[in-house]
């Protein structure tokens, strides 16, 4: 039946067009036979209704034994007694060889593996050097809450970033572009605050037949998940290095020095944060799944063996991310935040002008460097004491790897689970002020 049924107790297609009402299954009939029955059924009605060869017949996904295979089925319907055994074989054969057959299709008609190089390249940030130069040149179209027009000039902005980094064939911006909805409402993030551009960023991915039996919208939606959340760590890294750019080009400025000292050993903290975070993300998860990926892919000609790979693929670096961990990916994202507000106020033209001359902070921004330095220490002793409570759980090995980066000198243990927590306040930078 199609896939629009609300009903707990039925198992959705993989390329979710049906499903399965289990309740309605005979008590006698195997859940895994009706599950074969699916997949050829959604198979079968795949083909028909799309791919068709150039003299406009259907071309069939049986190949040459779709006469045998009639044949096997009517010496079933003729049985004098129902076999479940005798089922499962014809079923299994019949599966057997569309799955066969769909393999060939991904793997040498429509080129699977280039495909999954170029979605690790985009939705999973594996040319790096790409985004690390358009987020510098978006910025300006992004900080601000989307217009009607800022898809289209966000979408100019990485066509151009593509063709000045990318040597050779940039033929997938023909599949891929990047989303920014608008709306005449205000949009609120979680904390009520209008939602900037960067928030609302996406990457939409047209997918040609027959791939689309592989990445399907609900794929699509979490490879989109995955897109956000590390370009926000991307993002979070850029600006962090950007804020230490900007500060040794102040080298020589006459401000406090306890002062300095103490704000940037806040951004050092941070810096140290998001770069683990950055080389676990990227290196012991992405790359890792991905070089699983693709053996499981290569060491197969099932095209359901694929799919599952793939999806287990997927649901990895989800739950290895964080993801799926409500808590710590929560954490996280505030941490990132804090990151972002932090070198807003910092390299802004009021703490670091253009003149050589400064000043010193304003009693505003300093208690905005204080806010920051307390929240940033608290959420990094919540997810110190996430991380130091799952650890030694089989169930979450991730973890562990990621406290180990983190940890790897003890120092977090030492510093209880708190970074940035080593910020000064008003009356100490008066008084470092009146001895120098």
């Known amino acids: 039946m199609p896939s629009e049924s609300s009903d707990d107790q039925c198992v959705i297609s993989p390329a979710g067009h049906f499903t399965l009402r289990t309740d309605m299954l005979p008590l006698y009939f195997p859940l895994r036979i009706a599950e074969k029955i699916l997949f050829i059924g959604e198979s079968v009605q795949m083909f028909s209704r799309e791919k068709k060869q150039k003299n406009g017949t259907l071309k069939t996904v049986f190949k040459t034994q779709e006469d045998g295979f009639a044949v096997e089925l009517l010496r079933l319907q003729q049985q004098a007694d129902f076999c479940i055994t005798d089922v499962e074989t014809v079923i299994s054969k019949i599966r057997s060889c569309i799955a066969e057959h769909l393999w060939k299709l991904v793997m040498e008609e429509a080129d699977l593996l280039a495909h999954l190089q170029l979605v690790k390249n985009l939705y999973l940030l594996g040319r790096g050097e790409l985004f690390l130069h358009f987020i510098e040149a978006a910025d300006h179209l992004l900080q601000a809450p989307p217009k009607p027009t800022t898809e289209y000039d966000v979408n100019i902005t990485f066509q ?11 033929s997938f911006l023909d599949t891929f572009h990047l989303t920014v909805p608008a709306s005449i409402n205000k949009l ?20 040609d037949w027959p791939l689309h039996i592989l990445f399907t919208e609900r794929v699509l939606e979490k490879y989109n998940s995955v897109f956000k959340y590390l370009l926000s760590v991307q993002r979070a890294q850029t600006a962090l290095q950007g804020c230490w750019a900007a500060q040794m080009q102040r080298k020589n400025t006459k401000r406090p020095a306890l002062l300095t000292a103490a704000s940037w050993q806040l951004h050092n903290h941070m810096t140290f944060l998001v770069n683990n975070l950055q080389y676990y993300l990227m290196v012991d998860v992405l790359e890792s799944q991905f070089s699983q990926l693709l053996d499981k ?101 991730h973890l562990a790897q990621f406290l180990m980066r983190m940890d790897y000198n003890k120092y977090f243990t030492a510093a209880g689970g708190q970074l940035g927590s080593t910020f000064i306040d008003n009356k100490v930078l008066q008084g470092q002020q009146k001895t120098g």
């Not at 060491?299 to 990895?316: G, P, V, W």
Request: proline share 4%; aromatic share 6%.
């Open 160 to 170: 151009l970033t593509v063709r000045n980094i990318v040597t050779g064939d940039d």
């Open 188 to 207: 609120q993030g979680d904390s009520g605050s209008i939602e900037s551009g960067w928030h609302r960023l996406g990457l939409a991915y047209t997918v």
């Open 297 to 397: 892919v290569q060491s197969t000609k099932d095209f359901e063996a694929i799919r599952l790979a793939h999806d287990t693929f997927l649901m990895n670096i989800q739950a290895h991310s964080f993801l799926l961990l409500k808590p710590v990916s929560h954490c996280i994202r505030e941490l990132l935040n804090l990151c972002q507000t932090f070198c807003t106020l910092i390299c802004s033209p009021v703490v670091i002008p253009p003149c050589k001359e400064t000043t010193a902070l304003s009693q505003r921004e300093m208690d905005q460097l204080k806010n920051i330095s307390r929240s940033f220490s608290r959420q990094t002793a919540v997810l110190f004491k996430i991380l130091s409570g799952v650890r030694s759980h089989q169930s979450s090995p």
